[in-house]
């Protein structure tokens, strides 16, 4: 019999027979290099099993899910935690879905995962954008400011705006950047708020203190986080954890939007990999952490001499930036840097955006990777000064439209929709525009532009880079 193509299995094994030394999720690195890892490899296909006798529900847990979930909640001292099975996706859907009531009012970070937005789109309710700081060397989203989200909310307050639900925040982002959340959550709480934050990159935060504090302990009233993205765990394996001021009078439909959003079938495989990911981190996480920030600051410490390179928040040493993350800028495209060092040095980035690279690192890597990694940045930029790119110093980047610009143009929902028509437009046509759909960039899966936001010259320059040809615009008739 002719053997089957399996295209899929013929892909993943040519990558893996590519030998590559991964610095991307998920955040296993293609190593089972703990015992613990191991035993859950050999065992994948005797642990794929459904709900059968003694291995009881994660949609009902009382058995051995249920004792799981206690230990982990112990040990990220929540509330109350629960393992799913469909990424921080679905619990971004989950949290926004019990907290945020029909018809009522939240602030969201604009620089929220598409996630977020969509679950946001999908309800009856009216957002209220916050802005994060654009770094000024990357270009990219820095932080929230707490003194001015206070403003914005005391503002709607003050304008009668009284049934504001909760406010949704990203910390870390993706970069490992991370923000004070304990004042926002003392005044949120101080108005009967919710906090609800997006920290799929920070569940290795508690493993060690030189990392920044994860955010049910600044007070947050729900975190999510993506084991597989910053943890030993596999692809989708996810957390959420109630803080301590979470309703019981939430809490049932907390359970039911997790059986809604999630699989009826959710694999054992990925709760015992994320149960695992949580065991390792509570055996080894705190010095294979304490090592891994010895190796990134001597690592940040030689890139940063380079002249041709900026290290992310190399600066930033208090507790802001998570170590475990290396973004740096070089005057080569984000894009091209990431093909060659994958092609010539057998290294594969995390993601790259305009002249920007990511890197991630964790418990399975070790210090000659750390070292292979730099020496093979600083050779690559030497033997590429040709691809050096003028615009190095431009302003691209820009992930949305900066506060000042876009703050009166996002129209309200709904609003004279009757005079507007939506065609496509050829993006060198765009002039003013107001854009009619998500224009969704991936890696980071935050959206550059949202359905009603005018389109600035900043935004057709970052849609030429990401080669759009032709986007929705809203024209009135
Ligand atoms: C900040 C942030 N939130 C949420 C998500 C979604 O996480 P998941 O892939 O676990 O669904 C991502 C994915 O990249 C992300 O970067």
């Keep these: 019999m002719k053997p089957l193509y399996s295209p899929i299995v013929q892909g993943l094994s040519n990558y893996r027979d590519e030998n590559i030394l991964r610095f991307h999720m998920p955040g296993h690195y293609g190593r089972s290099s703990f015992p613990e890892l191991k035993y859950l490899a050999e065992n994948i296909f005797n642990f794929d099993i459904t709900e059968v006798e003694g291995t009881d529900n994660l949609n009902d847990p009382h058995e051995m899910i249920l004792h799981s979930l206690n230990e982990i909640s112990q040990i990220y001292s929540s509330k109350k935690s629960y393992v799913l099975v469909n990424g921080s996706t679905s619990g971004l859907y989950v949290a926004i879905d019990t907290l945020v009531d029909n018809n009522s009012h939240v602030i969201a970070a604009r620089n929220c995962h598409k996630s977020v937005h969509s679950i946001l789109g999908r309800k009856n309710v009216n957002v209220h954008y916050i802005y994060p700081e654009i770094d000024e060397i990357f270009h990219n989203d820095s932080h929230i400011d707490s003194e001015k989200l206070i403003a914005m909310a005391d503002a709607l307050l003050a304008e009668g705006i009284t049934d504001i639900s909760a406010v949704i925040l990203t910390c870390p982002n993706y970069f490992g950047r991370t923000f004070n959340l304990k004042d926002i959550s003392d005044y949120l709480s101080s108005k009967n708020i919710f906090l609800i934050v997006d920290e799929a990159h920070g569940a290795h935060f508690p493993f060690n203190e030189c990392l920044p504090e994860n955010a049910i302990s600044q007070g947050a009233s729900i975190s999510i986080q993506s084991a597989h993205k910053t943890l030993p765990a596999l692809t989708q394996a996810c957390m959420i954890h109630l803080g301590h001021d979470f309703p019981k009078s939430r ?59 900026k290290v992310y928040s190399s600066s930033h040493c208090n507790n802001d930036q998570d170590f475990c993350k290396l973004g740096i800028k070089t005057p080569i495209k984000g894009s091209v840097l990431e093909k060659i060092l994958r092609q010539e040095y057998k290294i594969q980035c995390e993601m790259s955006t305009g002249f920007n690279v990511l890197f991630m690192i964790g418990l399975t890597h070790t210090q000659d990777d750390i070292i292979r990694l730099v020496k093979s940045i600083e050779a690559l930029l030497k033997n590429n000064e040709l691809l050096f790119d003028d615009s190095f110093e431009s302003d691209f980047g820009l992930l949305y439209p900066k506060t000042e610009n876009v703050k009166n143009y996002i129209l309200n929902k709904g609003e004279n929709n009757e005079h507007l028509l939506i065609i496509s437009k050829n993006v060198s046509d765009l002039d003013e525009d107001i854009c009619a759909e998500e224009i969704i960039p991936y890696p980071p899966g935050i959206p550059l532009l949202m359905p009603y936001e005018k389109i600035n010259k900043d935004i057709v320059k970052a849609l030429k880079y990401h080669e759009f040809s032709e986007i929705k615009c809203f024209v009135t008739v």
């Excluded at 939007?257 to 065991?279: G, K, R």
């Design 251 to 309: 809490m049932e439909r907390l359970e039911k939007n997790i059986n809604f959003y999630q699989t009826s079938s959710p694999s054992y495989i990925l709760m015992a990999s994320c149960e695992t990911s949580v065991a390792i981190m509570a055996r080894y996480g705190n010095d294979r952490l304490n090592n891994i920030k010895i190796w990134m600051e001597s690592a940040k410490k030689k890139l940063s001499a380079n002249p041709h390179i």
